[in-house]
């Protein structure tokens, strides 16, 4: 089973930031990475599928890197409305299988 | 416009059943892998089952298996989750999620979530 871990747990930035939060995984796999935000008392949001490919209507400020072990999330010019949680999350080709990071909650400095 | 919509949650006892609907709307529900998604108060995503397009492979969580159980009604473009036996730690908001078409990959969108409360 592959385990993932974001880091930070919580990242204090100020709105016009540049902000890249990180996903690490406990064994390389090829790319099979989403991203989500969610917001208090709403469904988590599709952001970024395999790795860096952004999901429909998702602004070009979001933007989603990395390979193997190592994946980022990168938020330019940060708005108001991107301070939520975010979680990344390892997909499995076959058989399905699927591992959620623990979260990083993006704050307003 | 795609719209997922969970039914069903509420208060249970431990060892109590629930069964959870979901209905699928603004695309062809018979076209895509289909996911249960949980959220327990406070915490962060857990996946708990899939169920492929014809309903004939289904996944589990390992902490449910044999305990709940995913079908679809792709005549009633309805996803569903019968949970047997359920537990404190099940306690949970359950999101149902659309996978992909050949196979179920990431979740591209998301119902508003049923609440289930497992508790005595």
């Known amino acids: 089973e592959i385990v993932m871990t974001q880091s930070p747990d919580t990242l204090s930035v100020s709105p016009g930031e540049r902000v890249t939060l990180s996903c690490r995984a406990s064994?390389?796999?090829?790319?099979?990475l989403a991203w989500y935000q969610q917001k208090p008392g709403q469904a988590p949001r599709l952001l970024i599928y395999?790795?860096?490919k952004r999901a429909a209507g998702v602004p070009a400020r979001f933007s989603g890197s990395g390979s193997g072990t190592e994946f980022a999330l990168t938020v330019t010019s940060l708005q108001s409305e991107d301070f939520a949680l975010y979680y990344c999350?390892?997909?499995?080709?076959?058989?399905?299988?699927?591992?959620f990071g623990q979260g990083t909650k993006l704050e307003i400095k | 416009e795609v719209q997922l919509v969970e039914s069903g949650g509420g208060l249970v006892q431990p060892g109590g059943s629930l069964r959870l609907s979901c209905a699928a709307s603004?695309?062809?529900?018979?076209?895509?892998?289909m996911n249960w998604v949980r959220q327990a108060p406070g915490k962060g995503l857990e996946w708990v089952a899939n169920?492929?397009?014809?309903?004939?492979?289904?996944f589990y969580l390992d902490s449910v298996k044999g305990r709940f159980t995913i079908s679809r009604d792709n005549a009633k473009n309805s996803l569903y989750l019968q949970m047997d036996s359920l537990r404190d730690e099940d306690t949970a908001v359950y999101y149902c999620?659309?996978?992909?078409?050949?196979?179920?990959?990431?979740?591209?969108?998301w119902g508003q979530g049923s609440l289930v409360t497992v508790s005595s």
């Open positions: 999620t659309r996978g992909g078409t050949w196979r179920s990959y990431y979740f591209d969108y």
């Open positions: 603004g695309f062809i529900f018979s076209n895509y892998w």
């Open positions: 169920i492929k397009v014809d309903g004939s492979e289904k």
């Open positions: 064994q390389s796999f090829s790319g099979n």
């Open positions: 395999d790795a860096s």
């Open positions: 999350h390892y997909y499995n080709d076959w058989p399905p299988g699927y591992s």
